[in-house]
């Protein structure tokens, strides 16, 4: 196997794809040498680059050089320095021609097909609590249900969280928006909303935001109008069983299926394996008239004009630049630098700026053109590429990706995490090692990319897609990792 690969032709620095010794020659045929040991993930001069010349991956500039930098000679944080500003002069200009999305062969999965048409890839009883108070009792009431009615829906899940008073405005719009948006989620089959009565997160105004045609699956109950708040929420529990247990898995097409796309701990693989690999998944369901949803807009910083560029009409490309914009704001608003990123683990993974990270993290749309913008807490409408707006955060991000309808979520990782999210979740690691140590927690190695090509390696993660949308449980199902996370944006009282 190579030592090392080249992403782009113009690329001056190569991705070492194992860990490699002092000396090591990178290439067959080549004289290039390793200078000293370099892990696997990071980069490698592979020509003389000056200080302060740009550092070319991905074709684009990932930073500048902070010193002159032989060939062979390890490239990361002690020479390379991102170059990322607040500034956000994008400009519109769509391509005369749009790359075509890879071609895939046509799919379907057995899903759950519900009374306004949408489809979901679970039959499940979601318990979300209003406000933190009564979480407990919201996951000790999933606990009996899901015991008492375990042969007759795919589970029942509580989802707790420590908001829902205390806040104001807009931070308690978001809670509101993404408790209201996970209520109407086609993989729940009922749902019951259990207040504490007290609250700022009212029930009536929380239940408000739902459409009136959207309501027949949701029950609600507020704890303090109850003498028996455990004995309440089950009965109420056995109508929603009674009501959905019976719903039939039935064949559909894989334009039903909503796909949502995330990194977390992502290592210098991630952009060469996994997350192209992601790409691939999102051109299978966009070609099919499916959706897919992109989110973590931090994390599109230094990448953000190659979305752009498939924008679909000049007002999808003002929507995403407002969003853009709107979202390096919030960070200057905080005193903090737009470029805060890599994280700790990025970093030892090999990625050096956020400019290379999110230049691999774009790769996870694939070539599907960008047709929509919606902002946290709202719902993905049309098929094709939509752009929501959540932070970076792996919970907070997944959790969006759900509250948009996302029926499974493609989480890939060159670091690993067990984390689960209310929708279905495919872990994906970039590198075979990661996935030969991690058996509990990883659903697919894309390493074998490296060996296998991405032809093969897409046609069997397909298959583990449409599989999972069809009832095959994911490690992290199995783990019982299901969890939400809001985003906090504003002040406690």
């Given at each position: 196997?190579?030592?090392?690969?080249?992403?782009?032709?113009?690329?001056?620095?190569?991705?070492?794809?194992?860990?490699?010794?002092?000396?090591?020659?990178?290439?067959?045929?080549?004289?290039?040498?390793?200078?000293?040991?370099?892990?696997?993930?990071?980069?490698?001069?592979?020509?003389?680059?000056?200080?302060?010349?740009?550092?070319?991956?991905?074709?684009?500039?990932?930073?500048?050089?902070?010193?002159?930098?032989?060939?062979?000679?390890?490239?990361?944080?002690?020479?390379?320095?991102?170059?990322?500003?607040?500034?956000?002069?994008?400009?519109?200009?769509?391509?005369?021609?749009?790359?075509?999305?890879?071609?895939?062969?046509?799919?379907?999965?057995?899903?759950?097909?519900?009374?306004?048409?949408?489809?979901?890839?679970?039959?499940?009883?979601?318990?979300?609590?209003t406000v933190g108070c009564v979480g407990n009792l919201a996951a000790r009431v999933a606990r009996i249900a899901g015991e008492r009615h375990a042969e007759r829906i795919n589970g029942v899940h509580a989802f707790k969280h420590p908001f829902g008073c205390?806040?104001?405005?807009?931070?308690?719009?978001?809670?509101?928006?993404?408790?209201?948006?996970?209520?109407?989620?086609?993989?729940?089959?009922?749902?019951?909303?259990?207040?504490?009565?007290?609250?700022?997160?009212?029930?009536?105004?929380?239940?408000?935001?739902?459409?009136?045609?959207?309501?027949?699956?949701?029950?609600?109950?507020?704890?303090?109008?109850?003498?028996?708040?455990?004995?309440?929420?089950?009965?109420?529990?056995?109508?929603?069983?009674?009501?959905?247990?019976?719903?039939?898995?039935?064949?559909?097409?894989?334009?039903?299926?909503?796909?949502?796309?995330?990194?977390?701990?992502?290592?210098?693989?991630?952009?060469?394996?996994?997350?192209?690999?992601?790409?691939?998944?999102?051109?299978?369901?966009?070609?099919?008239?499916?959706?897919?949803?992109?989110?973590?807009?931090?994390?599109?910083?230094?990448?953000?004009?190659?979305?752009?560029?498939?924008?679909?009409?000049?007002?999808?490309?003002?929507?995403?630049?407002?969003?853009?914009?709107?979202?390096?704001?919030?960070?200057?608003?905080?005193?903090?630098?737009?470029?805060?990123?890599?994280?700790?683990?990025?970093?030892?993974?090999?990625?050096?700026?956020?400019?290379?990270?999110?230049?691999?993290?774009?790769?996870?749309?694939?070539?599907?053109?960008?047709?929509?913008?919606?902002?946290?807490?709202?719902?993905?409408?049309?098929?094709?590429?939509?752009?929501?707006?959540?932070?970076?955060?792996?919970?907070?991000?997944?959790?969006?990706?759900?509250?948009?309808?996302?029926?499974?979520?493609?989480?890939?990782?060159?670091?690993?995490?067990?984390?689960?999210?209310?929708?279905?979740?495919?872990?994906?690691?970039?590198?075979?090692?990661?996935?030969?140590?991690?058996?509990?927690?990883?659903?697919?190695?894309?390493?074998?990319?490296?060996?296998?090509?991405?032809?093969?390696?897409?046609?069997?993660?397909?298959?583990?897609?449409?599989?999972?949308?069809?009832?095959?449980?994911?490690?992290?199902?199995?783990?019982?990792?299901?969890?939400?996370?809001?985003?906090?944006?504003?002040?406690?009282?």
């Amino acid at each position: 196997m190579r030592g090392a690969l080249r992403v782009h032709e113009a690329d001056n620095v190569t991705t070492t794809i194992a860990d490699i010794a002092p000396g090591t020659t990178l290439f067959a045929g080549s004289d290039l040498r390793a200078a000293v040991a370099v892990g696997r993930g990071h980069k490698i001069a592979l020509a003389p680059i000056a200080r302060g010349a740009a550092v070319i991956k991905y074709g684009f500039p990932i930073g500048v050089a902070t010193a002159d930098i032989a060939p062979g000679e390890h490239v990361h944080s002690h020479n390379l320095a991102t170059v990322l500003s607040s500034d956000g002069d994008y400009r519109y200009a769509p391509p005369a021609a749009r790359a075509a999305p890879t071609a895939m062969p046509s799919r379907t999965f057995a899903g759950y097909v519900r009374s306004d048409g949408r489809v979901g890839t679970r039959n499940e009883i979601w318990i979300l609590p209003t406000v933190g108070c009564v979480g407990n009792l919201a996951a000790r009431v999933a606990r009996i249900a899901g015991e008492r009615h375990a042969e007759r829906i795919n589970g029942v899940h509580a989802f707790k969280h420590p908001f829902g008073c205390s806040q104001l405005g807009d931070d308690l719009g978001h809670t509101r928006a993404l408790l209201a948006a996970l209520a109407q989620h086609p993989n729940a089959g009922g749902v019951l909303i259990v207040g504490l009565g007290c609250e700022s997160n009212q029930l009536g105004a929380l239940v408000d935001h739902i459409p009136a045609d959207r309501r027949a699956h949701i029950r609600t109950l507020s704890a303090q109008a109850v003498e028996d708040d455990e004995a309440a929420c089950l009965a109420l529990v056995d109508e929603l069983v009674a009501a959905c247990a019976d719903a039939p898995r039935t064949d559909v097409p894989l334009e039903k299926l909503v796909l949502g796309v995330k990194c977390g701990g992502s290592d210098g693989l991630s952009g060469l394996t996994a997350n192209p690999l992601v790409g691939r998944m999102a051109d299978a369901v966009a070609a099919a008239g499916g959706k897919v949803v992109l989110t973590e807009i931090p994390e599109i910083f230094g990448a953000e004009q190659m979305l752009m560029d498939r924008a679909v009409s000049r007002a999808v490309f003002d929507e995403t630049a407002a969003l853009v914009r709107d979202f390096k704001q919030y960070f200057i608003r905080h005193g903090e630098p737009v470029s805060e990123n890599p994280s700790p683990g990025n970093i030892a993974g090999g990625i050096t700026t956020l400019e290379e990270k999110s230049l691999g993290a774009v790769q996870k749309g694939g070539q599907v053109p960008l047709v929509d913008v919606r902002r946290y807490g709202e719902e993905a409408a049309l098929p094709g590429l939509t752009l929501l707006e959540a932070p970076g955060n792996d919970a907070v991000s997944s959790t969006a990706l759900t509250a948009a309808g996302a029926t499974i979520i493609l989480f890939t990782t060159g670091r690993g995490t067990p984390l689960g999210f209310p929708a279905p979740t495919l872990k994906i690691a970039s590198n075979s090692a990661l996935a030969a140590r991690k058996t509990g927690w990883i659903d697919f190695d894309a390493g074998a990319v490296l060996d296998a090509g991405f032809d093969a390696a897409a046609d069997a993660l397909l298959e583990l897609v449409t599989a999972t949308a069809s009832g095959k449980p994911t490690k992290a199902e199995v783990n019982e990792e299901r969890d939400i996370a809001i985003w906090k944006s504003g002040v406690t009282l």
